[in-house]
């Protein structure tokens, strides 16, 4: 309860941050070279905050007895690590600003190295914390520095700085939970730590499939970016100017993500279920179990998806004003298209939780590998094709959605050959009948300002579900298993 409080509160608060720069910015230029930035860097903070609390949580939790030495050992391994990764950064940030046409780039990234070292130290406390089951510490530390990152960030912001303001206000958020937690927690003890090989060991599959992952969901904003610029460039712009409308049209393109992403963060919770169900069913030989897990964990997450999704996609001008200046209604039409590869992409992070239950996470590290390679070569091949106007972000999204569904497509094979188990044909096709009836519901709904905009969300979604029960594709059972669930929680 206290760990899914603290993860509610970081994603309203990573909201709020997201809806309410654009407006102390006031242009979305800014937003565009703050997100530019972030983006990039959130692919190495998330990566480290994931496989360092997994590492240290599990070596934590087989001795508890020796807890404060493989903090000490976390810490130690983390220093060198994120200290490489935030050195590297800070180093190569002139090479990667060149990279993407912009040397506004260079300190900006230079600042938020400081990000990525304190992200490495933090983590490997909060995995003690949550390797010895001590959830409620860990909460009011993530507690703690969701607040102060919101307040850094907005405060920065405010102080009329532009995005340098915003990333420092970042920075110094993370350095001061950082000093908090090592000050309330500890250094660890010395003593005789995990072999360090091993260590690594376990680290290493989880570093290449989390790289991938993220890599998958943010790297379409450097591809436009750079993209963008160029052909600004090509068409005789000025150096400044041409930077300046890459950076407007990544403003907008972020803002569409910021609603596209909400079917992703509805269902990763899943993940944490599926993990451990699977991981035991396969480990005593219950295959019949784990196919059953996979079927209705697939099922269950595709008909919550696309609940969430049509309607989105069909009032996306509506979703936009709900939160965004008129301007960035330009990314309204990237919203309804990559809202629905978002979902696709939810879909796969199940399956790719589920395979590496299985105890294959080379294979789900492979597949998350080829989507990102297609997610960077269609975007860029698909953005260069559309030109700067009207189209551009739309061929941004398409060309995220394309990766995001090889993705899925791949997953589902391979879910299929380890278990001969995926959701039945019936259910897709109910599913996008459904999908469409909502999307077109929410869309023949006016929806032009922010109330009329929940209207149409409601219209849609009330639709998708009318869908789904008049085809039977939710029945009896499935609602007496939510009613069981109720209850249980």
């Not at 409080?5 to 407006?23: D, E, M, N």
């Not at 807890?67 to 391994?77: P, S």
């Not at 069913?281 to 998806?305: D, P």
């Not at 009836?437 to 109330?451: I, M, Q, R």
């Amino acid at each position: 309860m206290s760990i899914t409080g603290a993860k509610g509160y970081f994603i309203v608060t990573s909201y709020a941050v997201q809806i309410l720069l654009p407006r102390i910015f006031g242009e979305a230029k800014e937003f565009g070279l703050y997100a530019a930035t972030m983006s990039g860097v959130a692919i190495l903070t998330n990566v480290l905050i994931v496989a360092t609390i997994q590492s240290v949580s599990k070596f934590v939790s087989e001795d508890e007895s020796r807890a404060e030495v493989t903090l000490r050992q976390g810490l130690r391994v983390q220093t060198l690590l994120g200290g490489a990764l935030a050195l590297g950064l800070f180093v190569l940030a002139p090479a990667i600003a060149r990279l993407l046409l912009d040397d506004q780039l260079t300190r900006l990234l230079r600042v938020a190295s400081v990000v990525v070292f304190a992200y490495a130290l933090y983590a490997a406390v909060v995995g003690s914390l949550n390797g010895r089951h001590w959830f409620s510490k860990q909460a009011r530390l993530d507690l703690a520095f969701s607040t102060l990152r919101t307040v850094g960030i907005l405060a920065g912001a405010a102080l009329g700085l532009g995005a340098i303001g915003a990333v420092a206000g970042f920075a110094t958020a993370s350095a001061t939970i950082l000093s908090i937690s090592l000050i309330w927690i500890g250094f660890g003890q010395r003593g005789e730590g995990i072999p360090i090989r091993r260590w690594l060991g376990f680290m290493a599959p989880i570093w290449a499939y989390q790289v991938c992952l993220n890599g998958i969901l943010m790297i379409d904003l450097q591809v436009l970016k750079r993209t963008a610029t160029e052909m600004a460039f090509a068409g005789a712009e000025a150096s400044q100017a041409a930077v300046d409308i890459a950076n407007q049209y990544v403003g907008y393109y972020r803002a569409a993500q910021t609603f596209a992403f909400v079917p992703y963060q509805l269902i990763i919770s899943l993940t944490f279920i599926v993990f451990p169900m699977i991981s035991k069913a396969t480990s005593i030989g219950n295959r019949e179990a784990a196919r059953t897990t996979i079927q209705h964990a697939m099922r269950f997450s595709l008909l919550l998806l696309l609940l969430v999704a049509a309607p989105t996609s069909g009032a996306a001008h509506g979703v936009m004003q709900l939160a965004y200046p008129a301007e960035y209604l330009a990314g309204a039409p990237a919203l309804s298209i990559l809202v629905f590869g978002v979902a696709a992409f939810a879909l796969f992070a199940v399956a790719a939780t589920a395979i590496s239950g299985a105890g294959q996470p080379s294979l789900a590290a492979m597949i998350a590998g080829v989507a990102l390679l297609a997610v960077v070569v269609a975007n860029r091949v698909l953005v260069m094709r559309a030109g700067l106007g009207e189209q551009t972000l739309e061929a941004a999204a398409t060309g995220t959605t394309i990766g995001m569904v090889i993705a899925l497509i791949l997953s589902s094979w391979a879910l299929h050959r380890l278990f001969g188990v995926f959701i039945p044909v019936a259910t897709w096709v109910r599913a996008t009948l459904a999908a469409g009836v909502g999307c077109a519901a929410a869309s023949a709904t006016p929806h032009e300002s922010a109330l009329m905009a929940l209207v149409a969300l409601a219209a849609g979604f009330t639709s998708s579900l009318a869908v789904l029960i008049v085809t039977r594709e939710l029945g009896a059972d499935d609602w007496r298993a939510l009613r069981r669930l109720v209850r249980r929680d």
